[in-house]
């Protein structure tokens, strides 16, 4: 199957669908930051984003992008706990009913906050168990399923973080975006390749969770047998198929982290610029901390602060010193 093409118009209109619903985040510079990995570092902050993450972006574009008999029999989706939350607001934002299954393991903060946003909630299995039993709600119920990342109308609304980037920082050099199945960052580089080329866009992925990674060395998506990571935000079982290709066309590559050096930026980021990110949100800081994503020392770098919904006994054993 050929690769949707994505204009710029196309992010354009998924920008303005969703304005004035959504958080237009900050972009703000940390010289403490950017003296640690050697160019001007800029933060995207997308943990103040409604729902505490940038999932919102793409779950209200893709609900706002419903037919009326779509919308009266409601939707379904999967989630570790940030795509929930965001599908869950936003339908009950445009009054929209909808079932969101998470994996049993899921954190009980976003379990509660998604039940809060008005969603019936299902624990079931492991992550890729619970793909399943949303495929199967959807056929007897009925239901939409609202993909949490490869999902073409998903893409154009994260594209709309990558359109605020550029507006806010027209010569940015690198992007760098954490990955679980590659939703964010096949928007933001492909939205950013859109309008000007020749920014390096990054994704971030946990050693524990590298389908992207594997997916790009196969040459397509693949899935992973085992998923092991405290960055639950991205521990996709897979890599999407259209995000994938997306990735491989418009993306620069994709780096691995592990969770301690994930930890390690998540305490920095507290400690120096008073922001708190989730594991996963801080997986970009954590591969710029590390050097493994070249910069220009003159070319401003932006990190997408991706989440910030952290359980509060977590974050206890987090600065205590402890995973």
């Known amino acids: 199957m050929a690769t949707p093409t994505?204009?710029?118009?196309?992010?354009?209109?998924?920008?303005?669908?969703?304005?004035?619903?959504?958080?237009?985040?900050?972009?703000?510079?940390?010289?403490?930051?950017s003296e640690r990995v050697g160019a001007p570092l800029y933060l995207k902050c997308e943990n103040l984003q409604k729902t505490g993450a940038f999932k919102?972006?793409?779950?209200?574009?893709?609900l706002l992008r419903l037919s009326n008999e779509e919308r009266?029999?409601?939707?379904?989706?999967?989630?570790?706990?940030?795509?929930?939350?965001?599908?869950?607001?936003?339908?009950?934002?445009?009054?929209?009913p909808s079932v969101v299954v998470m994996p049993e393991h899921a954190s009980r903060t976003?379990?509660?906050?998604?039940?809060?946003?008005?969603?019936?909630?299902?624990?079931?299995?492991?992550?890729?168990?619970?793909?399943?039993?949303?495929f199967a709600l959807a056929d007897e119920r009925g239901l939409t399923f609202v993909h949490p990342f490869d999902d073409e109308e998903v893409v154009v609304g994260h594209g709309s973080c990558g359109l605020e980037i550029l507006e806010d920082l027209p010569d940015v050099a690198t992007v760098v975006v954490p990955v679980g199945g590659g939703g964010l960052l096949s928007g933001i580089a492909?939205?950013?390749?859109?309008?000007?080329?020749?920014?390096?866009?990054?994704?971030?992925?946990?050693?524990?969770?590298?389908?992207?990674?594997?997916?790009?060395?196969?040459?397509?998506?693949?899935?992973?047998?085992?998923?092991?990571?405290?960055?639950?935000?991205?521990?996709?079982?897979?890599?999407?198929?259209?995000?994938?290709?997306?990735?491989?066309?418009?993306?620069?590559?994709?780096?691995?982290?592990?969770?301690?050096?994930i930890v390690e930026a998540m305490a920095l980021l507290l400690e120096r610029t008073k922001l708190l990110a989730e594991p996963g949100g801080a997986a970009g800081l954590a591969a710029l901390l590390q050097a493994r994503i070249p910069v220009d020392p003159e070319g401003p770098v932006v990190v997408v602060l991706s989440g910030g919904?952290?359980?509060?006994?977590?974050?206890?054993?987090?600065?205590?010193?402890?995973?």
């Open 6 to 33: 994505f204009h710029r118009d196309r992010f354009e209109d998924a920008r303005a669908r969703i304005a004035g619903s959504v958080h237009r985040t900050p972009l703000l510079r940390s010289r403490t930051l």
């Open 56 to 62: 919102v972006r793409g779950a209200l574009h893709r």
């Open 72 to 96: 009266d029999r409601g939707v379904v989706t999967i989630s570790a706990g940030n795509h929930a939350q965001a599908v869950a607001w936003s339908a009950s934002a445009a009054g929209v």
């Open 110 to 134: 976003k379990v509660e906050a998604s039940r809060g946003y008005g969603a019936e909630v299902i624990l079931h299995g492991t992550a890729a168990e619970a793909f399943e039993k949303a």
């Open 190 to 261: 492909t939205a950013i390749d859109s309008v000007r080329q020749g920014v390096a866009v990054w994704g971030v992925e946990p050693e524990g969770a590298p389908g992207m990674t594997r997916s790009l060395e196969a040459g397509h998506a693949v899935h992973l047998d085992r998923v092991d990571t405290l960055a639950d935000g991205l521990g996709a079982p897979m890599a999407g198929e259209l995000n994938h290709a997306l990735v491989a066309e418009h993306g620069a590559g994709v780096v691995l982290v592990t969770d301690a050096e």
């Open 309 to 323: 919904n952290v359980d509060l006994p977590l974050l206890g054993r987090l600065v205590a010193g402890g995973a």
